[in-house]
């Protein structure tokens, strides 16, 4: 097997010519994209909270009526069970809107940005950091699985 050089492997790289006002616009829009995963797992937990709770409303209407409170059980099961959680929409609907548009836009910019870029390497502005940051030679402190640097 080949010997590894102290360093990134060639994926985490910055290609010839990159400058380095590039590699942190680069490093900014990922960093904007982490975020909107972050957004979208808030999304899909709210999907989530929202579909559990309206099946524990069949539960709650169940034991208003064994405890003799119908009309109680009528309005949460006439107004409250199964409506949508805003116009014309229920959680699913919104997550597949999110998805199907902003989410899938922001994906696709940040893969061209980086294609057009940076021969499509992603994480340099953290790679370099790590370079910056890590003590070469020290356990736990490699520049990759493997690495003796």
Wanted: proline share 3%; no cysteine.
């Amino acid at each position: 097997m080949g010997q590894h050089d102290d360093g990134p492997d060639q994926a985490h790289r910055r290609p010839a010519g990159v400058s380095d006002e590039t590699v942190a616009a680069l490093g900014k829009l990922s960093e904007a994209l982490e975020t909107v995963e972050r957004a979208r797992g808030r999304l899909y937990d709210l999907h989530q909270l929202i579909g559990h709770a309206d099946l524990m409303l069949d539960d709650a209407v169940a034991q208003f009526r064994a405890a003799g409170h119908d009309e109680i059980a009528d309005r949460i099961a006439t107004d409250l069970l199964g409506r949508n959680v805003i116009a014309g929409r229920w959680t699913f609907q919104i997550v597949e809107d999110f998805d199907d548009g902003y989410y899938a836009l922001f994906r696709e910019l940040d893969r061209r940005a980086r294609d057009e870029l940076a021969g499509g390497r992603r994480h340099l502005y953290e790679a370099e950091m790590k370079e910056q940051r890590r003590s070469r030679g020290r356990p736990g402190h490699e520049a990759r699985p493997g690495g003796d640097g």
